[in-house]
């Protein structure tokens, strides 16, 4: 049986975060200070991190950034054909059809190493979040948190932040006198970020036991540790929610809708109360598909529990700050049929197939 969140060691975290924006986690109360618009912002700033480009050869990149985004969404496309042709071999009957999927699968996953593989693809996105989107995603959130009311001296303790699918630790070097942040990827690309599955994290939070242990186990934390030793046991790191989870160009990183679904609820196990969930797409994903939209979205969080803070379109991306409002666990844990299934939407041509499955 899954324990209930207010069992959980954090009481105090949970209430800085409630008392800090001055709402007391009340929704309401928050919804008249932070009035969430939605607009599509002008250029912004460009800031090139030179050692993202390094170990990547040019030739691998693309010609011109028009081709690197190409050669990316071509990797976003053999994701999702990944995801599909699993699905579809799960359900095969004949060892004809069973060969079949497996040889298309082959092919998939060898047309990927040959573009250098979830290495490659981290670099080029590493680029793009330099030259295209006006620097790493921290640089919106961390004036959004200001604004409601954290940073250096505010608050006891830094906040936990989980960045999930990091591709550098130093996005928050600047806040680092009251953001502690835990960056993990599925494949690290530098020490300092932590190998690990976002999905497989264990959000049993009462296996921290006594204050000795709860010291010991948070002296891995930050990007100073080497996280770059796979056979590191990092569970200590997990051990206690986190204040603000950030998956940022993530969720769409994931073929199968239904997983995407998983990440979103993962999120809300690994919160604390009143927790903030800092969430990123690509503009394309509410804008241009046939299943998805920003009021499906928030129609998603909302049921989740969680209240839409902010919600800001940029030329290219759709940013989105939402804060933990309920914790139904046994919710989570229902295994019974998705109650947002996809669902057509807008079936004018020439949209893509986004959606998020819960
Ligand atoms: C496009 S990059 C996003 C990078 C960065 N967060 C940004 O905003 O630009 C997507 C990253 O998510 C990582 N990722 C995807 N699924 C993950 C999971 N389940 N757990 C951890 N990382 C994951 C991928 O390995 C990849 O590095």
Redesign the pocket.
């Given at each position: 049986m899954p324990k209930s969140r207010s069992k959980r060691r954090l009481p105090v975290t949970a209430q800085r975060l409630s008392v800090k924006d001055g709402s007391n986690g009340d929704s309401s109360a928050a919804n008249t200070v932070i009035a969430p618009p939605i607009h599509v912002a002008g250029q912004e700033k460009i800031i090139l991190d030179p050692s993202a480009l390094a170990g990547i050869a040019r030739e691998k990149l693309g010609k011109s950034s028009a081709e690197t985004r190409r050669r990316i969404n071509r990797f976003h496309t053999l994701i999702k054909e990944q995801s599909k042709l699993a699905a579809k071999r799960i359900t095969a009957i004949s060892p004809e059809s069973i060969d079949q999927i497996q040889k298309e699968i082959s092919e998939v996953s060898e047309e990927m190493a040959r573009m250098g593989g979830?290495d490659w693809?981290?670099k080029a996105?590493l680029l793009g979040?330099c030259k295209q989107r006006g620097g790493?995603?921290s640089r919106w959130l961390v004036p959004k948190l200001n604004e409601l009311g954290f940073g250096k001296g505010t608050t006891k303790e830094p906040l936990r932040l989980l960045d999930?699918?990091?591709?550098s630790c130093r996005n928050y070097t600047k806040e680092r006198a009251w953001i502690r942040v835990t960056p993990?990827?599925?494949?690290s690309q530098e020490p300092g970020i932590y190998k690990?599955?976002?999905?497989d994290i264990n959000p049993d939070f009462e296996v921290l036991k006594t204050p000795t242990e709860d010291k010991e186990s948070t002296a891995g934390e930050n990007s100073d540790s080497d996280g770059d030793n796979e056979t590191e046991n990092i569970a200590h790191l997990f051990r206690q929610p986190f204040d603000v989870i950030c998956l940022?160009?993530?969720v769409n990183?994931?073929g199968d809708p239904a997983k995407r679904g998983d990440?979103l609820k993962q999120a809300k196990r690994l919160l604390v109360p009143s927790g903030l969930l800092f969430f990123?797409l690509p503009l394309s994903c509410v804008i241009n598909s046939r299943y998805f939209n920003d009021d499906r979205l928030l129609a998603i969080m909302q049921f989740l529990g969680f209240e839409q803070l902010y919600a800001h379109h940029t030329a290219k991306l759709a940013h989105y700050l939402y804060r933990l409002i309920a914790t139904p666990t046994s919710m989570l844990n229902c295994k019974s049929s998705p109650q947002f299934k996809k669902k057509l939407l807008h079936s004018a041509p020439g949209r893509n197939n986004f959606s998020i499955v819960v």
């Open positions: 979830l693809y981290q996105s979040q790493d995603t999930v699918g990091a591709l993990i990827d599925l494949n690990q599955d976002f999905l940022s160009l993530v990183f994931i990440m990123v």
